[in-house]
């Protein structure tokens, strides 16, 4: 399995807290991603990363911001969460080898986020 | 990559039985186009991938398809048995991007 950990693997919030997820790997790989997975709705790209501090928003990233400070770590806040926010987050590591390859995604073991 | 759409949401076999997934695309520049599995409390992992130049791949009980002038790619897998019961994404990009376009996903079910 490739080097991915997500923390914290299950966590239950109130509406209006701030809540950080922390994805860490081991592969040195220089793209990093945050899906969330809701029912119906498959995986859909909130944030990613091309490279240390340089990051940019998917198809859903209201209500969240990411920081990549290091190549292993990449962090997707939620500043003030929501109810509908609740969902399990899945962070995704893929390197790219040439300009015209291929990249296969890793995906971390997910972080299922409950918001009351 | 744009757009993906991914049958059938859900797909119930008998265990030895037949089970084909289907995905069309719209983007005529897509040109890799992978299947991802995610079994119950994990993350999605690849199992089997495309390239446009190519029409049928192969790897034991699992094949994928391609048919570029349709825009549809399938997932087969044959002789099916219990542990194949998961979710499974297809998924597109185009040469050197590094943002794929998933299906919405497909929920197998195997029963013994």
């Known amino acids: 399995d490739a080097g991915i950990t997500q923390s914290p693997r299950h966590k239950v919030t109130e509406t209006g807290t701030p809540v950080t997820l922390r994805c860490h790997q081991t592969?040195?790989?220089?793209?990093m991603y945050w899906y969330r997975q809701d029912p119906g709705h498959g995986l859909r790209l909130i944030h990613y990363?091309?490279?240390?501090?340089?990051?940019d928003k998917g198809e859903v990233s209201d209500g969240y911001s990411v920081s990549r400070s290091k190549t292993e770590d990449f962090l997707l806040t939620l500043e003030s969460a929501t109810s509908s926010q609740t969902s399990v987050y899945f962070c995704?590591?893929?390197?790219?080898?040439?300009?015209?390859?291929?990249?296969?995604?890793?995906f971390g073991p997910g972080t299922r986020l409950t918001v009351l | 990559g744009e757009n993906v759409e991914q049958h059938p949401s859900t797909l119930s076999v008998q265990e030895g039985d037949s089970a084909v997934i289907k995905c069309t695309y719209s983007?005529?520049?897509?040109?890799?186009f992978p299947w991802y599995k995610q079994e119950l409390g994990k993350g999605p992992q690849l199992i089997i991938d495309i390239r446009s130049n190519v029409g049928e791949k192969k790897d034991q009980r699992i094949a994928v398809t391609l048919n570029k002038t349709a825009k549809h790619f399938s997932l087969h897998i044959t002789e099916t048995q219990p542990e194949d019961s998961a979710v499974y994404f297809c998924?597109?990009?185009?040469?050197?991007?590094?943002?794929?376009?998933f299906g919405r996903g497909t929920s197998l079910i195997v029963h013994p």
């Open positions: 983007d005529s520049a897509s040109n890799y």
């Open positions: 592969e040195n790989h220089r793209y």
């Open positions: 995704a590591i893929s390197e790219s080898m040439a300009s015209s390859s291929y990249n296969e995604q890793f």
């Open positions: 998924a597109e990009l185009e040469g050197g991007s590094y943002i794929p376009t």
């Open positions: 990363s091309y490279g240390v501090k340089d990051t």
